[in-house]
Structure formats: structure tokens, C-alpha cells
């Protein structure tokens, strides 16, 4: 199998140097730039299987890169996973106006951008669970083509929110914790990161419009998937 493509768009060359390092010991491919431009470039020229992008860049920074990456008929499957300094920023940076996949909080141990690495890598190359198309709620999830309509209109939704659409929708009724979606949808269950999930959610919600109070959120557990409005 050939390696998979990461492009590690960062300014602070010790950065680069050890995320280099320890992506290449997992055998991925790397990829470097060191401004936002050429992370830009690079991308459509290269088609990485990830992006890792810092969020403080010179000139460019990396909200208007991923931004720019997500509306890039090219790149915007492409995930991303951004580098931030302050846990604070997070919301924003994954939240639906900028379209990151994941986040990791500066400074982060090389062990656990790799288990990160991996863990979005699968879930993008690997098909949604159960192949069969799902058609509820006024809703049809194909998994085989990735696919979500509500009505006869094609949502916009990244890898992530997909599977996350499918994973509770094939799971109607059923409310899920934070904790089993991390590990279903993500991949990982990481303590502290339950408000991924949130952001995400909430990010679905709007592509779901008026299908939007489908998901409902269970106080102090997670969230159900609701066949009936
Ligand atoms: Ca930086």
C-alpha cells in the first residue's frame, strides 16, 4: 500500500522539524511548507491524504488556509488538522465557519499527533461502516457514495460530519454519549475532547436546516437521532 501523503504547513521550524520527524518514523510521506500560500499550492498540486495546519501563520493564517482549502473544489476533501496555542481558540476553529476536522492544542507530544494522524486518516480512507443506503426522516445517507440528501438536495458535509450523520441516524432512537461517538465517528476517545463532538453537532445542524432538530441533545448524555420531528 502506498504511503499516505501528510503536507505540515507551519512557520516555527522546531515545529516542523520534530512533526517531520515523527510523521515520517510512522511512514507517512511529508510534505512541508512554511506559509500559507505554499500550503495553499502544495495541497492542489500534491492532493496530501491530510493536511496538518498551524493556526498562527505570517500573511495568511491558517483559519483563511483551511478556509480556503475546504471551498477549493480540489482540496475540500482533504481533512485538517489544525495546530493551535490556546485551548480557547478551539470552538472557533472547529466550529462550522472554518471547517477544520480535528484540532491538537500547543504544545502537543509527537506520540499524540501520530495517534491523531491515524485516527483521521481511517476514518476518511475507510468506507462508513454498513454499505447500505439509509433513508429516514426525509434524509438519504449513502454510505458507499458518501452521499447525504435531505429531500432532493445534496448536503455539503465534510468526511467527519458524514460519518457522524450516518453513525446516529443508523442508530435512530438511540441516544449516544460523547464518549461512543469519539470513538465510532473519530476514531479515539480522548478525555476532554467531548466538545469536539459539540462543534461538530452543532456544525450539522446548520447543513440540516429545517432537519436540524433531528438530532437531539440529551442533557448530560449526548445525542439521539429522532425519526419522528
Ligand atoms: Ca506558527
Given at each position: 500500500m502506498a504511503k499516505a501523503t501528510v503536507l505540515v504547513v507551519e512557520d516555527e521550524k522546531d515545529i516542523?522539524?520534530?512533526?517531520?520527524?515523527n510523521l515520517q518514523q510512522a511512514g507517512y510521506r511529508v510534505l512541508k511548507a512554511t506559509d500559507g500560500a505554499e500550503g495553499l499550492r502544495l495541497a492542489r498540486d500534491q492532493s496530501p491524504d491530510l493536511v496538518v495546519l498551524d493556526?498562527?501563520?505570517?500573511?495568511?493564517?491558517?483559519?483563511?488556509?483551511?478556509?480556503?482549502?475546504k471551498q477549493g473544489e480540489n482540496t475540500r476533501e482533504i481533512p485538517v488538522l489544525m495546530l493551535t496555542a490556546l485551548a480557547s481558540e478551539t470552538d472557533r476553529i472547529i466550529g462550522f465557519e472554518i471547517g477544520a476536522d480535528d484540532y491538537l492544542t500547543k504544545p502537543f507530544s509527537p506520540r499524540e499527533l501520530v495517534l491523531r494522524v491515524q485516527a483521521i486518516l481511517r476514518r476518511s480512507q475507510e468506507p462508513a461502516g454498513d454499505a447500505a443506503t439509509l433513508s429516514l426522516a426525509g434524509l438519504t445517507i449513502d454510505p458507499a457514495r458518501h452521499t447525504a440528501l435531505a429531500g432532493e438536495e445534496e448536503l455539503d458535509l465534510t468526511a467527519t460530519e458524514f460519518k457522524l450523520l450516518h453513525y446516529l441516524a443508523a442508530h435512530a432512537g438511540?441516544?449516544?454519549?460523547?464518549?461512543?461517538?469519539?470513538?465510532?465517528?473519530?476514531?479515539y476517545a480522548y478525555e476532554g475532547y467531548a466538545r469536539t463532538v459539540d462543534t461538530h453537532v452543532r456544525r450539522l445542524r446548520k447543513k440540516l436546516g429545517p432537519l436540524a432538530e433531528r438530532i437531539e441533545t440529551v442533557r448530560g448524555i449526548g445525542y439521539r437521532f429522532r425519526e419522528e420531528p
Open positions: 516542523i522539524d520534530v512533526v517531520d520527524f493556526l498562527m501563520l505570517p500573511a495568511m493564517d491558517g483559519k483563511e488556509v483551511c478556509r480556503r482549502l438511540k441516544v449516544q454519549t460523547r464518549e461512543v461517538l469519539l470513538s465510532r465517528v473519530w476514531g
